[in-house]
């Protein structure tokens, strides 16, 4: 009992949110850089503890500094759109052997990369941290509705990517299934 | 059912996939894709991309060692600033609840009425009685009983009383009306010089089973109670000497 009330206090929350924040940081700037971010992003939250609610979400809101960092500094002094080599650096560690699927995975990370980075924000708040769509307004500070115009159009456009792909994959995919 | 009402839109479609849709609304997308099929191969293919990706980035290696230091510093930081913002609380209900312990006493004597309040009508009765017992004794034209029929009393009234000193000379004893019935009233000279007057009557007033004595004008009044009899004793005494009277008078034996 003393035990868990102590690792309430003093457990190491932070800890378990930071693979959230570089997943994130690598969508915004790319793998490369996404440490240096998350490196950042920790400091000014240490700075700003205080304006961290008792009974708020710790998750969202370290996210939502790792955001604001990016926009307040990152983006200016760094290339927008560096990309999300993440994707295809890991695409083969974590897929099924296959080449086919390593493929079908650096088209997704590719048309990933093209999106906007609104969308591209968006999209990755809602969809690999499963965050709701008010938290991920939240994040961003904008409105709900504005989330959900951003995911649909990148939905829309990564469905054109991928089916622009090549007819063979849909072969390899009937096979397994 | 679908509501044909309400037209499912891409928005709807992506809220679909990302589970943000009530159970009610799930059901309509879910009837609205079983009858088109395109939709259908768009939300599979959504979800497809969604868990390709969730499997990707899953698992993505140990983080560098700087952000794990800096990541245990930062929630040091939180568990402290929680514990300060819990401090003040704890320790003001503290310390409030050790000083209503250390001054109960006094917060009980400050919320409990005055003694004076708390002097029961029959007391004042026995006052009133006191002043006419002296008028009485003054007249010579008045009638006096200066015997004690304790077992007459008590048949005729159910008023039993204590046995009143041997060297408490009686002057008078008498029934008298009262607010609570028929009351009992005997004058005693105590040989001081200083006549006291008696009074024993049924009373739902609340009384002490000890006497207590206030001082009332130039007289004082000490009053009990025993069972459902409110007794009282008065004289032109000090309270404290009417007091130690009353409590001898309360302790002897009932005839």
Not at chain 1, 119 to 131: G, K, M, N, T, Y
Not at chain 2, 168 to 173: E, I, T, Y
Not at chain 2, 219 to 224: P, T
Request: charged fraction near 25%; aromatic fraction near 6%; hydrophobic fraction near 45%.
């Amino acid at each position: 009992m003393l035990h868990m009330v102590v690792g309430k206090w003093f457990g190491n929350r932070t800890v378990e949110h930071v693979p959230a924040m570089r997943r994130y940081a690598c969508t915004l700037v790319g793998d490369e850089q996404a440490d240096d971010l998350v490196h950042e992003a920790l400091t000014r939250a240490y700075a700003s503890h205080r304006s961290f609610r008792q009974d708020g979400n710790l998750g969202s809101w370290l996210l939502a500094i790792v955001h604001n960092c990016f926009v307040s500094g990152w983006r200016k002094r760094q290339v927008e759109g560096a990309g999300i080599e993440h994707l295809r650096h890991h695409a083969p560690a974590h897929m099924p052997p296959g080449q086919e699927h390593a493929v079908q995975l650096g088209e997704l990370a590719r048309a990933i990369e093209q999106l906007p980075l609104d969308q591209r924000s968006a999209f990755h708040l809602v969809v690999v941290e499963d965050l709701s769509y008010e938290m991920a307004a939240s994040i961003l500070h904008v409105p709900v509705g504005t989330i959900m115009s951003r995911l649909s159009r990148a939905r829309a456009a990564l469905r054109r990517a991928i089916e622009g792909r090549p007819p063979s994959l849909r072969v390899v995919e009937g096979k397994n299934g | 059912m679908a509501d044909p009402d309400r037209a499912i839109t891409e928005v709807d479609l992506c809220a679909f996939v990302d589970g943000q849709l009530d159970a009610a609304r799930c059901i309509e997308v879910e009837d609205y894709l079983s009858r088109n099929p395109e939709a259908a191969a768009a939300v599979m293919a959504d979800m497809r991309s969604r868990d390709a990706i969730r499997l990707a980035l899953r698992d993505a290696g140990q983080p560098r060692a700087d952000l794990l230091d800096l990541a245990r510093q930062l929630d040091r930081r939180l568990g402290i600033t929680r514990l300060r913002a819990l401090m003040p609380r704890v320790s003001f209900a503290a310390l409030a609840l050790i000083c209503a312990w250390l001054a109960s006493d006094e917060i009980l004597e400050a919320i409990a009425p005055p003694s004076q309040a708390a002097v029961p009508t029959f007391a004042d009765e026995a006052l009133e009685a006191h002043d006419t017992a002296r008028l009485r004794q003054s007249m010579e034209s008045e009638a006096k009983n200066p015997l004690i029929d304790s077992v007459g009393i008590r048949n005729a009234t159910s008023i039993t009383f204590p046995r009143a000193s041997p060297d408490w000379r009686v002057l008078d004893a008498r029934l008298v009306p009262s607010d609570h019935g028929t009351g009992v009233e005997i004058s005693f000279d105590p040989g001081s010089g200083s006549p006291l007057t008696f009074f024993a009557v049924h009373t739902p007033d609340k009384a002490p089973f000890n006497p207590e004595a206030v001082s009332v004008g130039a007289d004082a009044v000490a009053y009990w109670r025993r069972g459902s009899v409110g007794y009282a004793l008065t004289g032109s005494l000090p309270p404290a000497e009417l007091d130690r009277l009353a409590e001898d008078l309360a302790d002897n034996p009932t005839d």
